[in-house]
């Protein structure tokens, strides 16, 4: 009789055992293969990236492609339109009313500036529009009865005034209108660029005359939220450009580390560490870690908080735990 087939614990654990004897027959593996074959990895990278990069734009064309297509056929079928609106309301009416809701947060300005073109240019019609909503509120059981409480109405019409008087003192200060409203990563990175180039702009004596008489100084509390946020993002750059320097110096010595790390973390049954994320990782937080002490020690610039980190400590073997 033949022995049974091993099972899937012993086969795994057979293999494990292969792979701890192998890595520990050759400990210098993975970093030699990275330094053999260095510009073929970037290049492999670089490939990949604009692989992802072309994915990206040939979905974005498909889904623009596919609400073009929907907007045709909208206008197309009108009928059909409002009856697939209708039947989709009937099943999923939380998320519809939620989306109505983040619709009309994200287009609000827009909407009341619609509404007073189209009352202004046929008032006549704007009433007739608003008597057919109150129908329809009336036949979907709302109170089309109730209005603004005179409190309510002065309510809404001084933050109305007040928006208008914030715009009129930005534009007279120079600065650029106030927009609010759900971004995603790649116009957030713009943002960003814009607005770091507004405030590194140089400005001229009328410019910072103008700034100074508005008609009302800017809140205290405003002032100082400004100044901690410009400091946190300062002290940003300035740890984003010691992990640089520092990862620059002591790659090939963090990366063997890692793997020695992994080899140990594999052999106590634990995930390896990632031998190309890792190492920056690492970098990122001794610069976390030390800026504190280094700004008390050497606070001018982040190039002498590099230099005060790296004579001592940070020339001692990484300090890279299981």
Same mark, same amino acid.
């Given at each position: 009789?033949?022995?049974?087939?091993?099972?899937?614990?012993?086969?795994?654990?057979?293999?494990?055992?292969?792979?701890?004897?192998?890595?520990?027959?050759?400990?210098?593996?993975?970093?030699?293969?990275?330094?053999?074959?260095?510009?073929?990895?970037?290049?492999?990278?670089?490939?990949?990236?604009?692989?992802?990069?072309?994915?990206?734009?040939? !979905?974005? *064309?498909? @889904? &623009?492609? =596919?609400?073009? $297509? +929907?907007? %045709?056929?909208?206008? #197309?079928?009108?009928?059909? /339109?409002?009856?697939?609106?209708?039947?989709?309301?009937?099943?999923?009416?939380?998320?519809?009313?939620?989306?109505?809701?983040?619709?009309?947060?994200?287009?609000?300005?827009?909407?009341?500036?619609?509404?007073?073109?189209?009352?202004?240019?046929?008032?006549?019609?704007?009433?007739?529009?608003?008597?057919?909503?109150?129908?329809?509120?009336?036949?979907?059981?709302?109170?089309?009865?109730?209005?603004?409480?005179?409190?309510?109405?002065?309510?809404?019409?001084?933050? !109305?005034? *007040?928006? @208008? &008087?914030? =715009?009129?003192? $930005? +534009?007279? %200060?120079?600065?650029? #209108?106030?927009?609010?409203? /759900?971004?995603?990563?790649?116009?957030?990175?713009?943002?960003?660029?814009?607005?770091?180039?507004?405030?590194?702009?140089?400005?001229?004596?009328?410019?910072?005359?103008?700034?100074?008489?508005?008609?009302?100084?800017?809140?205290?509390?405003?002032?100082?939220?400004?100044?901690?946020?410009?400091?946190?993002?300062?002290?940003?750059?300035?740890?984003?450009?010691?992990?640089?320097?520092?990862?620059?110096?002591?790659?090939?010595?963090?990366?063997?580390?890692?793997?020695?790390?992994?080899?140990? @973390?594999?052999?106590?049954?634990?995930?390896?560490?990632?031998?190309?994320? #890792?190492?920056?990782?690492?970098?990122?937080?001794?610069?976390?870690?030390?800026?504190?002490?280094?700004?008390?020690?050497?606070?001018?610039?982040?190039?002498?908080?590099?230099?005060?980190?790296?004579?001592?400590?940070?020339?001692?073997?990484?300090?890279?735990?299981?």
């Amino acid at each position: 009789m033949s022995d049974a087939l091993p099972s899937d614990d012993e086969r795994a654990a057979r293999l494990a055992a292969q792979r701890k004897a192998w890595n520990d027959a050759h400990p210098t593996y993975y970093t030699d293969y990275r330094e053999r074959n260095l510009d073929d990895i970037r290049r492999k990278n670089r490939e990949r990236e604009r692989e992802r990069t072309r994915r990206e734009r040939e !979905e974005k *064309e498909r @889904r &623009r492609k =596919a609400i073009d $297509r +929907a907007k %045709a056929w909208a206008n #197309e079928h009108p009928e059909a /339109r409002q009856q697939a609106r209708e039947r989709y309301k009937q099943k999923h009416p939380e998320t519809y009313k939620q989306a109505q809701r983040d619709y009309y947060h994200r287009n609000r300005d827009a909407i009341a500036e619609r509404r007073r073109a189209r009352q202004a240019a046929d008032p006549e019609k704007a009433n007739e529009e608003r008597r057919r909503a109150v129908d329809r509120a009336r036949a979907a059981g709302r109170d089309a009865t109730w209005s603004p409480t005179p409190v309510q109405r002065a309510t809404y019409r001084e933050r !109305e005034n *007040e928006a @208008r &008087r914030l =715009a009129r003192r $930005r +534009a007279r %200060a120079g600065l650029p #209108e106030r927009q609010l409203h /759900r971004v995603h990563a790649p116009e957030r990175r713009h943002n960003d660029a814009a607005a770091d180039a507004f405030f590194a702009k140089k400005r001229t004596g009328g410019d910072i005359a103008r700034i100074r008489d508005q008609d009302e100084p800017t809140p205290p509390d405003l002032v100082h939220a400004w100044d901690e946020r410009s400091e946190n993002r300062r002290v940003a750059r300035e740890i984003l450009a010691i992990a640089e320097e520092y990862f620059a110096e002591h790659e090939v010595e963090l990366r063997a580390r890692i793997a020695e790390v992994s080899r140990a @973390r594999f052999r106590g049954g634990m995930l390896p560490l990632d031998v190309y994320t #890792e190492p920056r990782r690492h970098a990122l937080e001794f610069a976390s870690r030390g800026y504190l002490r280094a700004s008390a020690a050497s606070p001018t610039s982040s190039l002498s908080i590099f230099r005060w980190l790296t004579t001592g400590s940070a020339q001692r073997r990484p300090d890279i735990t299981l």
